[in-house]
């Protein structure tokens, strides 16, 4: 644009000389010799035209540079535009990114407190289990010792049991099997212990595929039949009993110790037993 203007004002700058020039008077030449013509002169340039083309090129000039200088401010305020736009983009940027780091932070702190929780009720957990564990240990530890001295005398079985003299009803030998139930079927499958059909006068320690706590204690040939005696002291005391059974003190039974002491329970019982 600038080598634009700067073109127009050379032409318009050589049009005025050439227009001062041409103005004066034509050169006076040698005077013709007699008989020889005239010789023809060139016409003055029309000075208003030459004005008019530089006063024209002076126009255009102007014109293209205040053009120039318009395209050059509107320029300037697109920058500037630009510019701030780009420095709002920047600033806005910079607070999304503020935004999402402290939700960031926020969302590992919340993390971190829960699993610091989490593993805190666990370890709750796992020290009432432990202490649990460790009473339940020490209840079963003292459990036989309360047990054998807070027993009476006279649940202590005998080497062997008088035979129940009451004939016994069935029925209500049946309610009181309930006992037994938990640890017994009243056929031949096994449970925690040998199944019951059948157990009235069958040899101890003689169901196959059992495997009985008090077997090895009992001497070869010297194993008794589960008749009534043997049941009654059975069922009252089998701690007591199993010792006095196989006449070993070490000797121990699988069986919890069921306290069916009363000559007319254990009557009632061995009759059930007997239909099995």
């Given at each position: 644009m600038?080598?634009?203007?700067k073109r127009t004002m050379m032409i318009g700058s050589l049009l005025l000389t050439l227009g001062a020039c041409s103005s004066g008077e034509p050169e006076k030449g040698a005077?013709?010799?007699?008989?020889?013509?005239?010789?023809a002169t060139t016409p003055a340039p029309d000075t208003a035209m030459v004005k008019q083309a530089v006063d024209k090129a002076v126009q255009q000039a102007g014109e293209a540079a205040q053009?120039?200088?318009?395209?050059?401010?509107?320029?300037?305020?697109?920058?500037?535009?630009?510019a701030k736009a780009a420095e709002?983009?920047?600033?806005?940027?910079?607070?999304?990114?503020?935004?999402a780091a402290q939700a960031a932070r926020q969302k590992a702190a919340r993390k971190a407190s829960e699993a610091a929780a989490a593993m805190k009720q666990q370890a709750q957990a796992s020290k009432q289990l432990a202490e649990g564990m460790a009473a339940a240990t020490q209840a079963r530890e003292a459990a036989p010792?309360?047990?054998?001295?807070?027993a009476p005398k006279a649940a202590s079985a005998p080497a062997v049991a008088s035979i129940p003299t009451a004939k016994?009803?069935?029925?209500?030998?049946?309610?009181?099997?309930?006992?037994?139930?938990?640890?017994?079927?009243?056929?031949?499958?096994?449970k925690?212990?040998?199944?019951?059909g059948g157990v009235f006068n069958r040899v101890a320690g003689s169901v196959e595929g059992f495997n009985y706590k008090f077997a090895g204690f009992i001497e070869p040939g010297k194993a008794w039949r589960w008749d009534a005696s043997h049941l009654a002291a059975w069922v009252c005391n089998s701690a007591d009993a199993?010792?006095?059974?196989?006449?070993?003190?070490?000797?121990?039974?699988?069986?919890?110790?069921?306290?069916?002491?009363?000559p007319a329970d254990q009557a009632d019982l061995i009759a059930f037993l007997k239909t099995l």
């Open positions: 600038k080598t634009s203007i005077a013709p010799q007699a008989g020889q013509p005239a010789a053009a120039a200088e318009k395209a050059a401010a509107n320029a300037a305020e697109d920058a500037v535009a630009a709002e983009a920047a600033a806005k940027a910079a607070e999304d990114a503020a935004a010792v309360a047990e054998k001295a807070a016994g009803d069935a029925a209500k030998g049946k309610t009181l099997a309930r006992k037994c139930a938990a640890c017994h079927n009243f056929d031949a499958r096994g925690v212990g040998p199944g019951l199993v010792r006095n059974f196989t006449g070993n003190e070490s000797a121990r039974t699988k069986m919890t110790t069921q306290r069916i002491c009363d």
